[in-house]
């Protein structure tokens, strides 16, 4: 079974895809959302729910698993592989398939072939990407006849403990530059900063856009403030946020949770015995940048992102104004005006993000930003960013549905720094 | 006298997530021994607002947690404590000159063995 | 005065770490890319290779680009010392290289207000020792 690499579209001029209507991505399937693991009931750990996530996108379509032969996953989320919460050893594992980080806090294609009972696997890849990667891999994948119907796996875990909490008082490697100075959120805060002052705004402008996001997110089943905190987040709430750095406070920081999702992507033949409507992946493309030194720098962010829309703008020949489900990343609420005003959506330019937030941006407007609620108003999952164009695109988002035309939808993540955008249709030209 | 009682949520209050060891019942209790209660959480207010809903407690405040100087300012009162199971809550406490227990202090509930009309404020402790 | 997370030069990093001990400031400077490289790494990130590596002294001056203040950090280590400030400062022969640095001699702990950071402000490389023979740069402005 040979190992991809290299896949990506990430070099100018990209030019229309190839594969361009090949590939459709169709069903989705989710597990429970938990805030974390308990650390000892298996049928609620990440591989657990992986297989119920898997298990819920082929029922979504109609297929059983003899009828994928493909897997593309994320074994932890995360680009090289690495899990989005930290790993579980040193502690001891659990008798067998929970004797490694396997099914703990990764969980590779070839596990869930084990567990699942896959018998007709041709092609595994576990290269390991945020999902709008996964997303892209897959449809190349399919476009260049690779597999017929694959199935995108990304599950996110999170343990018990603090979140990423480094005791360390030695730094080594790259954490040298840094942890020496205290270095962390404060980047993401400063650059954010830079962008206030480069365009006289503020944090507190952030709200009206948070708020309606949490508003959206409470509207999906599968969130986790829909299934667990499911009051309502006013701009009080946001207003008194306890600052993490300068800039950024706890409402602009995603909240880690355990849960996976899973997607059927296959041809727009094989899409016809299924029984969803097919969604076309028009374009995929990928992007990857260093900063200049050793700080990303609002020029370097607002660099990055207009080579990324720019981009994805030649690779599938669409301009601004055909984007009706636009679903930029908000890991930290404070990236999203940088891909907003470097895709142009709504005509928002540099610096104007903060206007628009101010405008009608509700799920029934005429400007519906992330009507599936992004991770502010779903969790660290991460996939809302494909399902809710995905059922904004199918007719099927329910009381997410948007009220404006759902016909093309682009969905773009993770950061500045490394990015993948994906292009999807109801008609594949 | 008056001393008020300030309770972080998540890790420190039984309904808290993850889940602490001072349970809803120990709060009751506090509350009917007449200390001023309330919390100060990373929790939005909304949410902390429906928490003391569920433990039927009218609470005398609900804070942001690194607002602690504004419920000091708000409720009079001759001594103050803040509990929580962070760094963060350690230091709201003792940039405001609380007093502090650790989550796992507070479940042993040590403020019951305060003398009600005679009470010193205890000093926070070096982290 | 100690400092929380002490630096552990690695084979790339160790000539930057020994020229900060001897008091100089250091960075990296691919001759064919004509360009300067902080932090360091094993090869030019532009053109990919360490061919036309080499290290180049600066002048240890430096413009404050703007700061943030840490709060509530991952890093246990500095928890006592919250709210702390990171100030970035940029070279002043290259501004496109910058640098952390917490700025002032108590390097800016325990913040009781936000501070009035210049930016635009000249600043001047010191030395300060983090741990017994292990010293860092840090920045003073020049009044
Ligand atoms: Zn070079």
């Known amino acids: 079974m040979a190992r991809e690499v290299n896949w990506e579209r990430n070099h100018d001029p990209v030019g229309i895809w190839n594969g361009r209507g090949k590939a459709v991505l169709i069903g989705r399937g989710h597990s429970p959302t938990d805030r974390r693991w308990d650390g000892e009931t298996l049928e609620k750990s990440l591989g657990a729910y992986m297989m119920i996530a898997v298990q819920n996108a082929l029922d979504d379509v109609g297929i059983g698993l003899d009828d994928v032969d493909g897997i593309i996953g994320s074994a932890g989320g995360q680009g090289n592989g690495a899990p989005l919460s930290d790993v579980w050893g040193p502690r001891p594992y659990f008798d067998a398939p929970y004797d490694s980080e396997d099914g703990l806090t990764h969980v590779t294609g070839q596990w869930l072939r084990q567990q699942m009972g896959f018998k007709n696997l041709r092609y595994i890849n576990n290269h390991g990407d945020p999902v709008w990667n996964l997303i892209g891999q897959a449809a190349q994948a399919i476009a260049d006849g690779r597999a017929e119907t694959v199935v995108v796996t990304y599950p996110n875990g999170n343990l018990p403990g603090r979140y990423h909490q480094d005791p360390s008082n030695e730094a080594r490697g790259p954490a040298v530059w840094p942890n020496t100075w205290g270095w962390g959120l404060s980047g993401q805060g400063f650059t954010f900063n830079q962008y206030c002052q480069k365009y006289g705004t503020n944090h507190d402008r952030m709200a009206p856009f948070v708020v309606q996001e949490r508003k959206n997110g409470l509207l999906w089943e599968h969130s986790y403030y829909a299934q667990h905190e499911p009051g309502e987040f006013t701009e009080e709430d946001y207003l008194n946020g306890r600052m993490i750095a300068r800039d950024l406070s706890i409402f602009d920081c995603d909240r880690p949770v355990l849960a996976a999702a899973a997607y059927v992507m296959t041809t727009a033949a094989k899409a016809q015995d299924m029984k969803q409507k097919p969604v076309y992946i028009l374009d995929h493309t990928e992007s990857q940048f260093t900063p200049r030194s050793l700080v990303q720098t609002i020029d370097d962010t607002e660099e990055w992102t207009d080579i990324q829309a720019q981009r994805s703008y030649n690779g599938s020949g669409l301009k601004p104004e055909d984007i009706d489900v636009f679903a930029p990343y908000d890991g930290f609420a404070v990236f999203t005006q940088y891909y907003i005003e470097a895709f142009g959506w709504r005509g928002v330019k540099r610096g104007e993000a903060h206007d628009f937030y101010a405008g009608d941006i509700s799920l029934k407007g005429p400007n519906p930003l992330n009507s599936g609620g992004g991770n502010m108003g779903t969790g660290r999952m991460r996939t809302v960013f494909i399902t809710d164009p995905l059922e904004q695109l199918q007719g099927r988002a329910g009381d997410r549905q948007i009220t404006t035309k759902a016909e093309v939808a682009v969905t773009h993540g993770v950061l500045p720094i490394t990015a993948g955008t994906v292009v999807m249709s109801t008609s594949p030209d | 006298m008056a001393i008020l009682l300030s309770f972080d949520i998540d890790g420190t209050l039984e309904l808290g997530d993850p889940p602490g060891g001072v349970t809803t019942e120990m709060v009751r209790k506090a509350h009917e021994v007449g200390f001023i209660i309330g919390s100060c959480s990373d929790k939005p207010l909304s949410v902390q607002r429906k928490i003391w809903e569920d433990m039927e407690l009218t609470p005398a405040f609900v804070s942001a947690k690194h607002q602690l100087g504004k419920v000091k300012r708000e409720n009079p009162a001759d001594a103050y404590y803040h509990m929580g199971d962070r760094d963060t809550d350690y230091l709201a406490a003792k940039d405001n000159d609380f007093g502090f227990w650790w989550a796992h202090e507070a479940a042993e509930q040590p403020w019951l063995e305060f003398d009600m009309n005679n009470h010193e404020q205890i000093p926070i402790s070096p982290m | ?143």
């Open chain 3, 1 to 143: 005065m100690a400092r929380p997370i002490v630096p552990v030069p690695d084979p790339v990093s160790q000539p930057f770490w020994d020229a900060c001990n001897e008091g100089k400031l250091i960075v990296q400077y691919c001759s064919i890319c004509d360009r300067r490289q902080y932090p360091p790494e094993a090869t030019c990130r532009d053109c990919g290779f360490d061919f036309h590596l080499s290290w180049q002294e600066t002048s240890g001056r430096a413009k404050i680009v703007g700061y943030s203040i840490t709060y509530d950090s991952r890093l246990v280590q500095w928890h006592p010392l919250q709210p702390f400030l990171n100030v970035i400062v940029a070279l002043e022969e290259d501004p496109v290289i910058n640098f952390h640095t917490n700025l002032i001699d108590d390097f800016g702990t325990n913040l009781t207000e936000e501070p009035d950071i210049p930016i635009g402000a000249t600043c001047e490389v010191q030395f300060v020792e983090a741990a017994p023979g292990r010293m860092i740069p840090e920045w003073k402005i020049v009044k």
